[in-house]
């Protein structure tokens, strides 16, 4: 076991230097998460005012969009040099390179939240200090099931003809229970009374996804990389 | 095509033939009138497509794990067959949503989980389809997930009310409309065998053809 997290470690260490080195994806992720949250603060801002629950939403679609993004773009560099296969060719358990990918992707996702949560809340008018610890739960374990598919299918569709377009199309289908999970959870927490029972059941079945799915994708991953 | 199928098809089609009759015999239901009829069609259809779901997420799960291609191919027939049957169900639900409830779709658990997974399977397809080198294996991935994600769906959506008659209906059926029901169901059943066998059939036919294909080549 010390040793599958030592792998799992490394391949996250590796990402993130290569990562903190360019800054590629982390800028462009960011970026186009605020310009989704824009496009979405012109449709739904009605004379100054936010339409009801549109904050949770857009939150949440806004995390999705920019997910698919950051996930194309971390394969996308492994594939350009073929480092993909260097990694696959590597004496270590193959699960553990997708904890390692998994990570590395949680990670960047959750410091593009750091920006996008704030600025929902100041366009949107969301009272996000209102359960900080409860939103987040929501976001940290909405991340991680949104991002277990989303890594395992994006490593599968390196080797595939048009990724860029299969990537959304396989994902948002089996990742709809973590948005309606995220967006409900979070509507109850944006409420005036925050509606904290309701927001901890949706945390719960958003834990509950979690480990049925990053369990499917440790099982699957190993048949699913072999060539 | 041989004896066996023959005698398939002609079961298929005198089932078909004669439910229309049994159905057109069957008593009005009290509040919805002939509208309820449709209920003979939509139940078996979604029966039929869960069934079809059901055993292209097993045969994907045998293909992923154990690598067996006849596994595949039954798994790439039964994802069109999902495909196909949930559309009748689609087509008749809103039909009768329309009569029944006043609105053709209802945000509700049990809609919104048989179009999710209607969804997921014709993402299977289109992986397959342009998917390239290499699909199987994705499309296989995703029918896994697919299945896996059915009860989350369900859960999820079960928060909002619920409007849809639940399973619980059809131990209950009044007398007249018990027998028809069933027999639509068998009807639906042999159709969905059928097809699975003549599409399960056709696509071996094709994996030998480039096999052969690629014998010729080396030659």
Known sequence: MPMFLKVAWLVMRKDLTVEVRSREILYTTVFFAVACVLVFAFALVKEGRPMDDAAAGIMWISVAFAGTLALGRTFERERHSETLRALMLAPVSRPAIYVGKLLGIVLLLLIVETVLVPLVGLLFHAPIGNRPLMLIALLVSGTIGFSAVGTLFAAMLVRARSRDVMLPILLYPITIPVIIAGVRGTAALFEAVPADELAQMWIALLLFFDIVFVTLSLWTFEPLMTE | MNKGYSLFVLLAVV?????????????????????????????????????????????????????????????????????????????????????????????????????????????????????????????????????????????????????????????????????????????????????????????????????????????
């Open chain 2, 15 to 219: 089932l078909f033939a004669f439910a229309p009759v049994l159905v057109a015999e069957t008593p009005n239901e009290a509040t919805m009138g002939l509208v309820q009829k449709i209920f003979y069609y939509h139940v078996p259809s979604a029966m039929v497509m869960f069934m079809a779901a059901l055993i292209c997420g097993l045969a994907s799960a045998a293909y992923l794990f154990r690598t067996r291609p006849g596994a595949d191919r039954i798994a790439a027939a039964a994802a069109e067959l999902t495909v196909v049957f949930g559309l009748i169900v689609l087509v008749t639900g809103p039909l009768w949503a329309r009569k029944a409830w006043g609105v053709w779709w209802q945000w509700d658990a049990r809609l919104t989980s048989t179009l999710l997974m209607w969804m997921i399977f014709v993402a299977y397809l289109l992986v397959r389809r342009f998917g390239g080198p290499g699909a199987e294996k994705l499309s296989a991935a995703m029918a896994v997930f697919g299945m896996a994600n059915v009860p989350f769906v369900y859960i999820s959506v079960n928060i909002w009310r619920t409007v849809h008659p639940t399973t619980a209906v059809i131990p209950k059926l009044p007398g007249g409309m018990r027998g028809p029901f069933w027999f639509c169901v068998l009807s639906f059943t042999v159709l969905f065998g059928l097809l699975l066998a003549l599409r399960t059939r056709l696509e071996q036919r094709r994996a030998d053809l480039e096999h052969l294909y690629l014998l010729a080549d080396e030659e």
